[in-house]
Every structure is written in C-alpha cells, then in structure tokens.
C-alpha cells in the first residue's frame, strides 16, 4: 500500500482559509473521496465534505481537483500523478461554507426565474399529444444534468467577472433548452435570454462542455441553439424589417 498527500483546503475559525497538507495510504481503485474519507476517518474528524452517492449521480461532491473541477467521486487516484501533492479545494464560484463545502443556494433561486413549462393544449380528445421522435429525442440529453454546477463553476462570466446578478450560467441555459426545445411548451423565453438572462455575455469557449461529468454538449446543443433564436428575432434584418412591417 503507498501513500499519498493531498493538499486539502480548510477553512480558519476566524474567517479565511489555507491548504493543509495530509500523507494517507491509498489503494488501487480509489478515488479522491476515499481519499478524503479516510483522511476524515484518521486525521481529520472535523473536515466538512459534501458526498450523497458515491455513484456520480448525485452531483454532491463536486470540487476543484488539480485546478479543475471534477466530481471527487468519479476522479480515479490512478489518473492522478500521486509523485506531487493532489490538491482539492472548494467550488470557487460559490461561497465557501466550511472546508470543501460551498453554498449553491444561488443556483436554485436563478432557477426559480426562468419561465415554467406551458404546454399546448392535447392534441386528441383523450387529452394526449402527438410528436415527432426527432423533437423528443432532442431534449433528452439535457436532461441527463445532475445539477453539480461544475459548469457553473468554470464559467468565466461567473467565476472571473462576478456577473451573478445578471447571468444565469451554462446549466441554465441546458434548463431553459430543455423547455424552449420541448415540442408541448408554447411559452415565449427569448426575451429573458436576451435582456434577463444575458446569454449575450458567454463567448461559447466550451468549458462548461468539458467539465460535465455527463458529457452533455452545453454548449453546440444548448447554448448556441438559444443564441441563434435570439439573434434571429433582434438582429436578422429580414426579421426585424417584418416586425416593423406587421407591428409585432
């Protein structure tokens, strides 16, 4: 059995933090939760961390491993260079709370803000509806979010600008999708993306893409097809001549 030494960010009792280094055995097949559970086990009883599933389903463990955030419960120590400290430290996103816990309250108020889903009305007299596979199969990768907010985490307009106030972020726009994309929903939503929801501010660098545990294509599949309805409705020519012609 080797050992191996995480560099693990623990918050001060009067406000603040710093990295603390811990030496602990690791065995083939871990992961750096277990890393940290044994180390909460042996040295550490006080170290806060947030876990659920063990199975990457829950999205509860979610940290910055190495600089990048993972979810800590599907990081294999074997990826891992185990010759150098593995640092883990909190979402920076978010406000930290104690050690490796953050507070992600904000997320599920932005979520509140977006418009709920407005189905048609049925389209048989048994009250169902009528769809094309195409349209249902479309929605169904966004759906696969496990809300960990690593996306929310490695945005820049969110992580390096602070635009919390203005910019619902990357799983966001996958909710808002999900329901612009949906072949019963009739509600209108791109006003809000435009001047709400400011989906102007994400300059598509793909991050978020690359950190969802899910594979989800945020970025070609969701947010990209939301700019496209914004643009086509305030800035084509075509369209906005039409407008000016109709009134709408």
Known sequence: MANATFRIWRTQPGGGGAFQDYTTPVEEGMVVLDAVHRIQADQAPDMAVRWNCKAGKCGSCSAEINGRPRLMCMTRLNNLNLNEPVTVEPMRTFPSIKDLVTDVSWNFRVKKTIQKFMPRKPDAADGTWRMAQRDVDRVQEFRKCIECFLCQD????????????????????????????????????????KEKHNIGYCNITKCC????????????????????????????????LLRMVTGG
């Not at 945005?155 to 990357?170: M, N, Q, T």
């Not at 950190?211 to 914004?230: M, Q, S």
């Open 209 to 240: 893409t690359k950190v969802c545990p899910e594979h989800i294509h945020i970025t070609d599949n969701a947010i990209i097809p939301l700019k496209e309805r914004v643009v086509t409705r305030y800035y084509d020519p075509l369209t906005r």
């Open 154 to 193: 490695v945005c820049h307009v969110l992580r390096d600008h602070d635009k919390h106030d203005e910019f619902i972020g990357p799983r966001f726009f996958v909710y808002t999708a999900n329901l612009e994309m949906n072949p019963l929903d009739t509600a209108d939503r791109v006003a809000d993306l």
